[in-house]
């Protein structure tokens, strides 16, 4: 994926769909598997910085993911975006204002609820209290 960069843009309709829906595929798998197989911040950077394409409808699809493992991603994310380094970029400050908010929390504490082992839970309650510090700022 990461050497189509924008030159995909300038293919077929069909051959631009086709890039979307494999994207698509790959961020629905990656979200409903864990231990995951891709860095969730890496298939971000990918969907928004590298294809261009809009992060909304993938932070979206996120949000309606009710899988364990996608509590488990937002667990990861929360502990890896609180490090990185600031971006310039519009998707990033998106990203920042979306895990800021109340959707991070929310899959978060659905994740606790039906966690499936003690440790699990630990780490969803861990990523929640970084949430809420994060949040803060």
Do not use: C
Not at 22 to 45: C, F, H, N
Not at 60 to 70: I, M, R
Not at 114 to 119: G, K
Not at 123 to 129: K, P, V, Y
């Amino acid at each position: 994926m990461l050497r189509l960069g924008v030159r995909w843009q300038t293919w077929s309709k069909i051959e631009q769909e086709a890039v979307i829906g494999t994207v698509g595929a790959w961020w629905r798998q990656t979200l409903s598997s864990y231990p995951r197989d891709v860095d969730g911040m890496d298939l971000i950077e990918i969907i928004a910085d590298d294809l261009k394409l809009d992060l909304a409808p993938h932070l979206a699809e996120w949000e309606s993911n009710t899988t364990e493992a996608a509590a488990r991603h937002m667990a990861w994310l929360m502990h890896d975006f609180t490090v990185a380094v600031a971006h310039g970029a519009e998707w990033y400050a998106l990203l920042d204002r979306w895990i800021r908010g109340t959707a991070p929390a929310v899959i978060l504490e659905r994740g606790f609820v039906s966690a499936s082992s003690p440790e699990v839970a630990q780490e969803l309650s861990d990523a929640l209290e970084t949430h809420r510090i994060w949040s803060r700022h």
